[in-house]
T-cell receptor, first 111, second 118 residues
Framework: QKEVEQDPGPLSVPEGAIVSLNCTYS??????FMWYRQYSRKGPELLMY????GNKEDGRFTAQVDKSSKYISLFIRDSQPSDSATYLC???????????FGQGTRLTINP | DARVTQTPRDKVTEMGQEVTMRCQPI?????VFWYRQTMMQGLELLAY????????DSGMPKDRFSAEMPDATLATLKIQPSEPRDSAVYFC????????????????FGPGTRLTVL
C-alpha cells in the first residue's frame, strides 16, 4: 500500500461547479501538505500548502487538512476550463525535504 | 524569470543505448531532485542532492542509473543501458533548503524530458 493514496480519476465536471479533490495518507509524521497543479506537457507547480491541520483559502481554492483522519482535500469554487489539469497532493514530515506524492487526479472542466 | 531548464525535452532511443538528461537548477538553489513520472506509478523520487552532494538515491535502479552534479549549475541523470521500461517523463526540480522559504521548501520543477526507449 502506498503512503499517499489519490484517486487518479479522470474527473470531468461542468464549468462553474465546485470540485473536490482528496488524498489519504498513512504516515502520521507528515506535517506539510501541498497541492501541485500540472498542465499537459509541463512540470508540476505549487498551488497551495498547509502546515499541520486546518484550512487555507486562496481565491477560488481552499485546502483542508484533517490529521486525525489522515485526509486532505482541495476545493475549487466556480471552476473554469483553465483549471483543467492534473492535481497532485504531496506531503512531508518536519525537517524532511523529500516529498511523497499522490498519483495525481486528472481534472477536466467542460465549458 | 528564474526557471529550471531541462534538456532534451524529448528523447527517442533504442534499447541498450546510453541516455543523458541534463538539468540547470535555479541559480542560488542548493537542492536538486530527480523524479520519474509514469501513468502507472505517478511521480517517483529517484535521487536528490544538497550542495552538490548526493543525499539519497534509494529510488534509483543503481545498476543502470547514475546521477551527478558536476557543478552547481548542472545536474545529470544517465541511464546505461536503457530499457523499454525506462520510458517515462523525467523531471528535475530545485529548491532552497534552509533559506527564506524553508518553512515549506517549495520545489520548482522543470518542464521534463520525455524518454521513449524502443
Amino acid at each position: 500500500q502506498k503512503e499517499v493514496e489519490q484517486d487518479p480519476g479522470p474527473l470531468s465536471v461542468p464549468e462553474g461547479a465546485i470540485v473536490s479533490l482528496n488524498c489519504t495518507y498513512s504516515n502520521s509524521a507528515f506535517q506539510y501538505f501541498m497541492w501541485y497543479r500540472q498542465y499537459s506537457r509541463k512540470g508540476p507547480e505549487l498551488l497551495m500548502y498547509t502546515y499541520s491541520s486546518g484550512n487555507k483559502e486562496d481565491g477560488r481554492f481552499t485546502a483542508q487538512v484533517d490529521k486525525s483522519s489522515k485526509y486532505i482535500s482541495l476545493f475549487i469554487r466556480d471552476s473554469q476550463p483553465s483549471d483543467s489539469a492534473t492535481y497532485l497532493c504531496a506531503m512531508r514530515g518536519q525537517g524532511a525535504q523529500k516529498l511523497v506524492f499522490g498519483q495525481g487526479t486528472r481534472l477536466t472542466i467542460n465549458p | 524569470d528564474a526557471r529550471v531548464t531541462q534538456t532534451p525535452r524529448d528523447k527517442v532511443t533504442e534499447m541498450g543505448q546510453e541516455v543523458t538528461m541534463r538539468c540547470q537548477p535555479i541559480l542560488g538553489h542548493n537542492t536538486v531532485f530527480w523524479y520519474r513520472q509514469t501513468m502507472m506509478q505517478g511521480l517517483e523520487l529517484l535521487a536528490y542532492f544538497r550542495n552538490r552532494a548526493p543525499l539519497d538515491d534509494s529510488g534509483m535502479p543503481k545498476d543502470r542509473f547514475s546521477a551527478e552534479m558536476p557543478d552547481a549549475t548542472l545536474a545529470t541523470l544517465k541511464i546505461q543501458p536503457s530499457e523499454p521500461r525506462d520510458s517515462a517523463v523525467y523531471f528535475c526540480a530545485s529548491g532552497s533548503w534552509g533559506g527564506r522559504l524553508a518553512s515549506y521548501n517549495e520545489q520548482f520543477f522543470g518542464p521534463g524530458t520525455r524518454l521513449t526507449v524502443l
